[in-house]
């Protein structure tokens, strides 16, 4: 098993090599869906012995399909907890996931933009992940996937509720679009407040990085759908795109509007980020995203070349802690040994990186 | 902004402080759930799952239910709140054909054998025959192995 999460994280992945450039403020895109079978208690009240049987049943059918025959299966309770933090820090699994006891696991892609969680609060969590804005393709992708799984699992449904799920927030469709957006400037304006509210109105959520309870480190956040009853997914999807294009339209008015009103301030902050990637030696996982965010807004103002923005991206991820302490080879690092290597890590990659010109002009992407 | 210098430290109680985040946003879920769940203890008590055992107050406690039959047997519960909670109150998105149609398919087969030795008991042949045709009928259908019927 751990020989397989090694082969799995030195992969190219959707996420830390294809990073987009035809709409550089959304990072990802991800769609779930949330299904169950017919005839067992949901993973939260099932015993022991039913969770490993729909494991192995569900096991069987998703590795029966096209998109993960190649895949990687893993029991949460075989992984060592490295791994398991690794695979969380990817999105490859939920953190409620990897605190699963036994009869939970996944079943990840290669390229990992496919994953299938089992007996996560749900006994299915079928994922699939795309870089950039692409939501129409992602949902394309995971309908031919839930299609094939359905004909060998029966699935709970009723024709009233739709999908039934463990929590009620999750019947109807069971989908949950999302995008991972940067929104630098929207941050630095101090208007996030603001959208969140509009966002809220219109029946979306926002959160942090890591999902709900987490932290808005580096101006990230993911904004979802709320509701998954009443609508049907290719409109839950088109009523999302909306939005997120909406977002993306402020932000990018939030970037003129900050360069027009005060031209030094963004370069200034952007320069000093990348001093700091460049010659420091002691970096917090905090620190790291903030700076990385604002060299990637550096990127999308021209200063830096465009190529640069799949290495930050791959960046935000190699910059947490499971990654820093996996790389490195060392089980037991303590926050400040990690902080220490982050920024070795961070001092190598950037010393490749291209000197700033700060004459380009206003991000018109 | 306005000459003004505005320090950016997105922690966790920066971001809040800023009101980047807004709390209210993350458990809206969770406060319909228990709006909608308060005036129900009393008129549910004694309630529980035949399926799974589940109770509402264990619902109140988790937020989850036990087994997909939970939203039948608490469905006085489960209506008014997935009205507060959701767009519509009937699902108008994607059918799992292919299990359906093998449910059905089942539940058929299941009906088909019930009356076949009802049929048989009370030596009613010629309706036996017929069941035992249909039978085979439908096993076929559902892509299942001929029984044997001797």
């Known amino acids: 098993m751990p020989l397989s999460i090694d082969n799995l994280i030195s992969a190219r992945a959707e996420l830390t090599d294809n990073s ?37 049943q ?67 969590r079928i994922q699939v992940l795309r870089n950039g804005l692409q939501l129409k393709r992602a949902w394309n992708a995971i309908d031919t996937l839930d299609t094939a799984l359905e004909g060998t699992l029966d699935y709970a449904f009723s024709p009233r509720l739709g999908y039934i799920t463990a929590c009620p927030t999750n019947v109807g469709t069971g989908m949950r679009g999302s ?40 101006s990230m956040f993911q904004i979802s759908n709320q509701t998954t009853l009443g609508e049907s997914e290719v409109d839950i999807v088109k009523r999302l795109q909306n939005v997120l294009q909406s977002i993306v339209d402020h ?85 400040e040994q990690r902080d220490e290597l982050r920024a070795t890590h961070l001092r190598e990659e950037f010393a490749n990186f291209t000197t700033p010109g700060y004459a380009s002009a206003v991000g018109e992407n | 902004m306005n000459h003004k210098v505005h320090k950016v430290d997105l922690c966790e109680s920066c971001a809040q402080a800023k009101g980047v985040t807004d709390p209210s946003g993350f458990s809206l879920a969770d406060l319909l759930l228990k709006a909608s769940l308060n005036p129900e203890p009393d008129t549910v008590t004694g309630l529980r799952c035949e399926q799974c055992g589940f109770t509402p107050e264990e619902f109140k406690k988790t937020g989850r239910f036990g087994c997909p039959q939970c939203y039948e047997t608490f469905t006085d519960i489960v209506s008014p709140m997935l009205d507060n909670m959701h767009k519509g109150t009937v699902h108008v998105g994607k059918v799992p054909e292919r299990a359906l149609l093998r449910k ?35 096993r076929e259908e559902a892509g299942l192995a001929p029984t044997p019927t001797s």
Do not use: W
């Open chain 1, 179 to 218: 995008a991972m957006m940067h929104l630098p400037a929207l941050v630095i304006a101090g208007q996030m407040e603001k959208v969140v509210r509009a966002v809220n109105q219109l029946g979306m959520v926002v959160r942090g990085l890591f999902g709900e309870g987490s932290d808005a480190s580096g």
């Open chain 1, 58 to 124: 569900c096991r069987e059918a998703v590795m029966a399909t096209k998109a993960l025959k190649r895949g990687v299966s893993m029991a949460v309770n075989e992984l060592e907890p490295l791994h398991r933090q690794v695979l969380v820090e990817r999105h490859l699994i939920s953190r409620e996931l990897s605190n699963s006891s036994e009869g939970a696991g996944a079943i990840i892609n290669k390229d990992q933009s496919v994953s299938v969680m089992i007996n996560e609060e749900d006994h299915l």
């Open chain 1, 251 to 335: 932000e990018m008015n939030a970037r003129a509007k900050l360069l027009e009103t005060n031209p030094a301030k963004l370069p200034d902050k952007i320069g000093r980020a990348y001093g700091v990637l460049k010659h420091g030696h002691i970096i917090s996982s905090s620190e790291a995203m903030n700076l990385l965010s604002l060299v990637r807004l550096g990127v999308d103002l021209g200063y830096f070349p465009d190529e640069l923005r799949t290495g930050i991206d791959r960046l935000f991820i190699e910059a947490q802690p499971g990654h820093i302490s996996h790389r490195s080879g060392q089980k037991n690092l303590n926050s």
């Open chain 1, 20 to 56: 987009s450039t035809k709409c550089p403020v959304v990072l990802m895109t991800r769609i779930r869906l949330a299904r169950n079978l017919a005839s067992h208690n949901f993973p939260g009240r099932a015993q022991a012995v039913e969770r490993r049987e729909v494991f192995a």
């Open chain 2, 104 to 138: 059905q398919l089942h539940d058929r087969l299941h009906n088909l054998e019930t009356s076949l030795s009802e049929a048989i008991k009370s030596e009613r042949y010629e309706d036996a025959a017929k069941f035992r045709d249909e039978i085979v009928q439908v």
